[in-house]
């Protein structure tokens, strides 16, 4: 379950650099 989070917490991470946020 944590694996899960620590994914979506790198995929949110991910957004903002492409958004540039």
Known sequence: KL???YG???EVIG???R???
Request: charged share 10%; hydrophobic share 50%; glycine share 8%.
């Open 3 to 5: 694996i899960v989070l």
């Open 8 to 10: 979506q917490c790198l």
């Open 15 to 17: 957004t903002e650099i």
């Open 19 to 21: 958004t540039g946020a």
